[in-house]
């Protein structure tokens, strides 16, 4: 397992404009997933990516992965004061441990 | 998706007493882990639940503090030993399903 490293560590935008997060990781993955955490809650799975894909959707949420640069990006689109969360990855590499480690994480504040 | 439901959300505990957290999946995981996360931090893995064997310690966690059950692929159990007020957490639990890592809303415990 390995840790995915989020930058940036906070974001602070309004209400209706987008917000893009980003993740590296050091090692080959096969897949990479983003968690959101409302304050104090448990983890909610947002959208997993695998390492053949190069994008992915789910509403508004948009995902990209770079296996070449070891990176990833969430991008937000027409935030809501709801999104107000915090937003981690986690690269995921099969062979090894099933275990997940976490980041300290994007934490993302939507104004309304 | 798996629907994870720990018990108690929160409880507020003495100095030197034990609190059992129970974790119930609704479906049947191969993984389930422990996480703690305290107060402005990421999370921290405890342990890998093992079905019908020792649970498996990241480093700086020990059985003694931390015992864990898992006696099927839809339960768990994690003790908090001997609490003090450094053990004022959220505890998490988490199982991989289906590739995806699912998370119950968690357990805050506040040591008085």
């Known amino acids: 397992s390995q840790q995915g490293e989020e930058d940036p560590q906070a974001l602070s935008i309004q209400e209706g404009e987008n917000a893009t997060m980003n993740c590296s990781y050091k090692?080959?993955?096969?897949?990479l997933q983003w968690y959101r955490q409302n304050s104090g809650r448990g983890l909610v799975h947002l959208i997993l990516?695998?390492?053949?894909?190069r994008e992915k959707h789910s509403g508004r949420l948009r995902v990209t992965l770079d296996t070449s640069k070891k990176s990833s990006s969430l991008l937000i689109t027409a935030s809501r004061a709801a999104d107000t969360a915090s937003y981690f990855c986690?690269?995921?590499?099969?062979?090894?441990?099933?275990?997940?480690?976490f980041g300290k994480g994007t934490k993302l504040t939507v104004n309304p | 998706s798996a629907v994870i439901s720990q018990k108690p959300s929160r409880d507020i505990c003495q100095r030197g007493t034990s609190l059992t957290i129970q974790c119930q999946v609704d479906?049947?995981?191969?993984?389930m882990f422990w996480y703690r996360q305290q107060p402005g931090q990421s999370l921290t893995l405890i342990a890998t639940?093992?079905?019908?064997?020792?649970?498996?310690?990241e480093s700086g966690f020990v059985i003694d503090k931390f015992p864990i059950s898992r006696p099927n692929l839809t339960f768990s159990t994690l003790t908090v030993s001997n609490m003090s007020p450094e053990d004022s957490s959220i505890y998490l639990c988490s199982g991989r399903y289906t590739g995806e890592l699912f998370f119950g809303e968690g357990s805050r415990l506040t040591v008085l």
């Open positions: 479906s049947q995981v191969t993984m």
């Open positions: 090692t080959s993955i096969n897949n």
């Open positions: 986690a690269p995921f590499s099969q062979g090894g441990s099933e275990k997940l480690v």
């Open positions: 639940a093992n079905q019908g064997s020792e649970a498996t310690y």
């Open positions: 990516i695998r390492s053949n894909e």
